[in-house]
């Protein structure tokens, strides 16, 4: 049996920032000033956008949502090196990837009210996005089926030799689930091009990770599978980038597929349905808050000379403006039009659904809200 190391990649931590902002030139991967500034913004509209929606959620106006807060680095890490072609199988923190990728920020916070403007047509519930222009699925409240979705695209992508690479994204407690087994499992027997990354948050919503895993960390768990496992600081976004990318490139070459454990912490609660004051400390949560991966990555930027003071209010006001203005578009929308109920099943649809449909329609409209 080989020993374990602490500089295997699976026990260790690769990290590219320091402390004050500085990159250590052994791990810095060199990313371009101008992808660096993109990914900055991207953090910044995302942490807007979350920050709007929990008070919409609060205020009544949309009905759950569950931010990303403490985490940005790794979706817009990953929406930064991800292809046309390829595909994302999210868990409840990735929605942003569609962002980068070009989604409509409209159709994005359509889906979180689910009215007309939702590409889902109302049927999915907030905060569970999906969109076919960026090949992005929809995830499932219940915990880990997309990661053998995104296996299983990745072995139609292997088997028809398309180049591309799928995005399987889980949470800590999600490697507890079965379907992680037989993902992991399935990868490593046919060395499909898929990228399986999970969010170690430390807290699987109550339950810590401590209390779910006896493993001396999740990353080790791809030796099992004969993957190689990757544990990567998941609040620096130079050193993702770098994993990932390496990840990527390994499966377009015909190396199979990539576990990486990003570390990281998840700063507000699970949900606008949870209440983490009830399980965590607050010492917890602020020593976190010192690592947090905006302000990590703007330490950086600014030893770069990259941006400035001045140069991130008008971008918060640029954003704010951005994102207040699609909300109020999207919010004034219709909900979903009555008779797309019967859309999407049938590619000829039955007589008697046609018959149910034209009575739906004939029938009078509802009493709209308010």
């Known amino acids: 049996m080989t ?23 052994k791990t810095d991967p060199n990313v371009p000033d101008a992808v660096l500034l993109r990914g900055y913004r991207e953090m910044r509209r995302l942490r807007m956008i979350d920050a709007k929606m929990i008070v919409l959620q609060r205020q009544g106006r949309v009905g759950f949502y569950g931010a990303c807060t403490g985490q940005e680095a790794t979706p817009i890490a990953t929406g930064l090196i991800a292809s046309e072609g390829d595909w994302v199988y999210p868990a409840l923190r990735e929605q942003s990837v569609m962002l980068v990728r070009g989604f409509p920020l409209d159709a994005f916070i359509a889906q979180v009210f689910g009215n007309s403007g939702d590409v889902q047509k109302g049927r999915q519930m907030p ?5 076919r222009s960026v090949n992005q699925v929809s995830w499932s409240s219940c915990i880990g089926p997309q990661i053998p979705q995104a296996v299983g695209t990745a072995f139609a992508m292997k088997k028809a030799k398309s180049g591309n690479v799928a995005f399987g994204f889980m949470g800590d407690g999600a490697t507890s689930q079965p379907d992680f087994h037989a993902a992991m499992n399935f990868a490593g027997v046919w060395k499909v091009p898929c990228i399986l990354v999970c969010q170690n948050n430390h807290w699987s919503i109550s339950v810590p990770t401590e209390k779910q895993t006896a493993s001396r960390t999740i990353a080790i768990k791809a030796r099992a599978y004969g993957l190689p496992g990757v544990r990567v600081d998941g609040n620096d976004l130079l050193a993702l980038y770098k994993v990932l990318s390496d990840a990527k490139e390994r499966a377009k070459n015909g190396g199979g597929a990539t576990f990486v454990e990003a570390l990281t912490y998840r700063i507000g609660a699970h949900s606008t349905s949870d209440d983490p004051t009830r399980y965590r400390s607050e010492a917890e949560v602020n020593a976190w808050k010192k690592k947090d991966p905006l302000d990590r990555l703007r330490k950086h930027l600014v030893l770069r000379g990259l941006v400035s003071d001045a140069g991130d209010v008008a971008m918060d006001e640029e954003l704010s403006a951005e994102v207040a203005a699609s909300i109020k578009r999207v919010e004034a929308l219709p909900p979903p039009d009555r008779a797309s109920l019967f859309d999407d099943v049938y590619a000829t649809l039955p007589w008697h659904l046609r018959e149910q449909r034209d009575a739906l329609v004939r029938g009078p409209s509802p009493v709209p809200h308010g």
Request: hydrophobic content about 25%.
């Open 3 to 25: 020993p374990v190391s602490e500089h295997d990649p699976d026990i260790g931590l690769f990290t590219v920032l320091r402390e004050d902002g500085s990159a250590d030139p």
């Open 127 to 131: 905060s569970h996005h999906s969109g």
